[in-house]
């Protein structure tokens, strides 16, 4: 694998910092690089389908949906 200098140099700088090898830091970086990937695509899939039927909710939990977002202080 090849990284840039100064990429290389701030990863050898955090793994001290975490106390990880810098072998760990690649595992866990990747590994979440991976997760948020596949995450999209499921977002992306979702508003797919979303965005091919119109999303409907039985008018009762529209009215406690509604009702909910009134008490949070945003």
Do not use: G, H
Not at 55 to 60: D, V
Not at 69 to 74: A, E, M, N, T
């Amino acid at each position: 694998m090849s990284l840039p200098d100064e990429l290389f140099r701030q990863a050898e700088v955090a793994a001290r910092q975490l106390r990880i090898s810098r072998s760990q830091l690649y595992a866990t970086a990747i590994a979440e690089f991976l997760e948020r990937c596949q995450s999209s695509k499921v977002t992306e899939r979702l508003n797919e389908v979303y965005s091919q039927e119109p999303a409907k909710l039985e008018p009762a939990f529209q009215v406690a949906q509604l009702e909910s977002l009134q008490k949070d202080s945003w």
